[in-house]
């Protein structure tokens, strides 16, 4: 009986041992992102609901063939009094790419983003007004296959 | 997608040039990006090491500020348009989660 206990006691030691030097087991210390970026994309989000399209230049392809580099530009020249411009990707772990506040600039970003798989890409820009938005369809195509 | 840890010196490139009233800077940061949730060959997460704020001044006076994410690509690069003239001194400044500090002043051509 003792010397059964023991076996399957060894048994399960070993094999969490060996679990965590694959690292399997060891805990995620370092976050994707600070949570106060997080609660940004959340609050992101909430104002995407309740904002309308507006007329301001969003321009990003229609097929990315490498995902890791997607080019956006946003104009929003012609809306008066800009505060806010945010760069929001639907289907990536934290949706919120960027935020930029405009104090004394042009309404005018150019960046280039990630993206995890083929999904929508909505620009929000705020104003003291309201806010208004724009969705373009990236499709992503890793490896360059098409389709 | 080479998985030898990437030693990239950080630097920072920045061009500035004014026409009719505008300054059109454009800056390109030497950075892994690391979003925290790639993974390597051996199943160990690579750890995040990302910019995380952005600062723009023009004449010592902010003009823009952003806050992002792991999602911005590798060697990010941006674009931005400023009021202002010949001779005018831009300063950008990017931090990122392990609290290094780059910056670039330049009179704007």
Redesign the interface.
């Known amino acids: 009986m003792n010397r059964r206990l023991f076996l399957k006691r060894s048994i399960a030691i070993t094999s969490v041992s060996t679990a965590v030097s694959f690292g399997l087991l060891t805990p995620i210390k370092a976050f994707a992102n600070t949570s106060a970026f997080k609660a940004l994309s959340k609050k992101t989000q909430q104002q995407l609901s309740n904002a309308q399209e507006g007329e301001f230049v969003l321009k990003a392809p229609e097929i990315a063939e490498n995902g890791s580099m997607v080019p956006i530009t946003i104009d929003a020249n012609h809306i008066p009094k800009v505060k806010n411009i945010a760069i929001y990707v639907h289907k990536n772990k934290v949706p919120l790419s960027a935020y930029f506040e405009i104090l004394e600039a042009s309404a005018f970003i150019t960046t280039r983003i990630k993206m995890a798989e083929t999904s929508m890409v909505t620009a929000v820009v705020s104003t003291e007004s309201g806010s208004f938005i724009q969705n373009r369809t990236v499709k992503v195509t890793l490896g360059g296959c098409g389709g | 997608m080479n998985n030898t840890p990437k030693k990239i010196m950080a630097k920072i490139k920045l061009k500035a040039k004014s026409r009719s009233g505008?300054i059109t800077i454009r800056v390109l940061i030497k950075h892994p990006?690391e979003?925290?949730?790639r993974k390597d060959k051996?199943?160990?997460?690579v750890?995040?090491n990302h910019i995380?704020h952005l600062t723009?001044k023009?004449n010592n006076?902010?003009?823009?500020?952003?806050?992002?994410?792991?999602?911005?690509?590798?060697n990010?690069?941006?674009?931005?348009?400023?009021?202002g003239i010949k001779g005018d001194e831009i300063h950008f400044e990017s931090i990122d989660?392990l609290g290094k500090t780059l910056q670039i002043s330049k009179i704007s051509k």
């Open positions: 505008l990006m979003s925290g949730n051996s199943g160990k997460v750890p995040a995380t723009l023009k006076r902010l003009a823009a500020k952003a806050m992002i994410g792991g999602s911005i690509s590798e990010p690069f941006f674009q931005f348009k400023i009021p989660n």
